[in-house]
């Protein structure tokens, strides 16, 4: 495929309702847009970078830079067979994982396109369906978490996930466990803490969650090996896994008994392919991370979790669970028994870029 233009846009989409994680408080989804246009198609990737450097070191302008002095550059006016051949001719540049999935999701989009097929086909998927969960976050008092978690509930979210930091911890996950005794409950850190709460972690245990992630450091894997060997609730690793060289010497190490893949994280999908393969060998059981992200993202992420060792509940919400307008048509919607169906040649599935929504929500465009 030969890659004639690449545009870089930049939209801001507001939340229905702030969302606070440890390290932020977001309030919109401040995103890159890449898309890429190839004889008569293009193709959009989202990159998940935000507006700062809170989740991991990248950020929208660092990812606006690495995108286009480096990535863009390796593929423009030039014939390259496909998003393998990108990573690879990109494997020189170190890290900026956010920027580069970016451009590769674009690839696959084109990809599927031209060959007229499903990025579910593409890769080898085999779920029709994949089983959603919703992540919430750190609430003004714990009546208001509980309103929400009443609320997806009723909506039929599969697992609720609840962030916490030192100060919205134990009590909070107390106190929900007290008014759901039975429901498919888990935890995310976010790199909050270290290994002097161990003792936190342990008394977690009473609890019954499904899994705690990312207690401790965003790089570490060997404090987590300390810390999943003195508790019984498994550990889900999300920011520490950034490539499948990580989740093997996560696994090795026992650091996790779960995986969290989120293909940005990764640098995209050819190698969150090999982290699924890789834990599927060795029984470690993933799932679908989420960014905020919009449609495009999402979407992909649909498709990403139909691969046959994505067994637990994704961070996959209908568009509605941030937005009032998201950028696919139709938006991403849940069913009656809160799955999500994988779009696939014989289904019908099938989402397009809503270039209407996305021109109200431009701030930037660099061609
Ligand atoms: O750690 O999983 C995370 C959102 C932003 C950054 C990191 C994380 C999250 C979420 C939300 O938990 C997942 C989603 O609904 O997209
Ligand atoms: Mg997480």
């Not at 990025?119 to 509980?146: A, M, N, R």
């Not at 909506?155 to 911890?169: A, L």
């Not at 977690?204 to 060997?229: A, C, M, R, T, W």
């Not at 995986?259 to 679908?288: A, T």
Request: proline share 4%.
């Amino acid at each position: 495929m030969i890659i004639e233009r690449a545009d870089i846009i930049r939209v801001k989409n507001p939340f229905r309702f702030p969302f606070e994680t440890a390290f932020t408080k977001f309030v919109e989804r401040d995103a890159l847009l890449v898309k890429l246009y190839s004889e008569d198609t293009a193709g959009y990737g989202e990159c998940k970078a935000f507006f700062a450097p809170l989740y991991c070191p990248e950020d929208n302008g660092t990812a606006l830079h690495i995108i286009s002095k480096y990535l863009i550059p390796e593929i423009l006016h030039k014939d390259i067979s496909g998003p393998e051949e990108f990573i690879e001719k990109t494997s020189y540049i170190r890290g900026n994982n956010l920027a580069v999935a970016a451009v590769e999701n674009a690839l696959w989009e084109i990809k599927r396109k031209k060959e007229n097929k499903s990025l579910k086909t593409l890769i080898g998927g085999v779920y029709d369906q994949v089983k959603v969960g919703v992540s919430l976050g750190i609430e003004p008092t714990i009546k208001d978490l509980l309103e929400k978690i009443e609320k997806y509930l009723g909506e039929g979210y599969h697992r609720t996930k609840i962030k916490i930091k030192p100060g919205w911890d134990y009590e909070v996950v107390k106190e929900v466990r007290k008014h759901y005794p039975d429901i498919t409950l888990t935890i995310d850190a976010n790199s909050a803490y270290t290994l002097k709460d161990i003792d936190l972690f342990k008394s977690f245990d009473e609890f019954n969650l499904k899994y705690i992630e990312q207690p401790l450091g965003e790089n570490d894997i060997i404090d987590h090996s300390v810390l999943q060997k003195e508790i019984e609730t498994p550990i889900c690793l999300d920011e520490s896994i950034e490539s499948v060289e990580d989740a093997r010497q996560a696994i090795e190490l026992g650091s996790c008994k779960v995986i969290n893949i989120k293909s940005s994280r990764c640098r995209g999908i050819v190698e969150s392919i090999k982290i699924h393969d890789l834990c599927q060998d060795h029984g470690i059981p993933v799932w679908c991370g989420g960014m905020t992200e919009l449609g495009i993202g999402r979407v992909q992420n649909i498709s990403l979790a139909s691969l046959p060792n994505f067994t637990l509940a994704h961070d996959i919400a209908a568009s509605d669970r941030y937005f009032d307008k998201d950028i696919t048509i139709p938006e991403v919607k849940i069913s009656k028994d809160c799955t999500i169906a994988v779009p696939d040649e014989t289904n019908g599935v099938d989402y397009e870029v809503d270039e209407e929504a996305i021109d109200r929500m431009m701030v930037e465009r660099h061609i």
